[in-house]
């Protein structure tokens, strides 16, 4: 499960997220790698690290 550890804006949730499904859908359900890749995009992009940063995988009992 993918989850914010604060609000973010619905416009700058949805940039990031078509950034993040993009990525997982080239890697094969790799979601570390996704949510990486997505974030290296986000900066590369200059999309503020308020938007990015706040994104988290949770499996199971740890986050990652």
Known sequence: MISTL???ADDDAARFMVLFYAE?????DD???A???ARLR???G??????W???VLFDGHRAE
């Open 6 to 8: 604060w609000p973010v």
């Open 35 to 37: 949510l990486r890749a």
């Open 46 to 51: 200059r999309m503020p690290s308020r938007v």
């Open 31 to 33: 979601r570390i790698g």
């Open 24 to 28: 997982l859908l080239k890697r094969d």
């Open 42 to 44: 986000a900066i590369e």
């Open 53 to 55: 940063a706040a994104f």
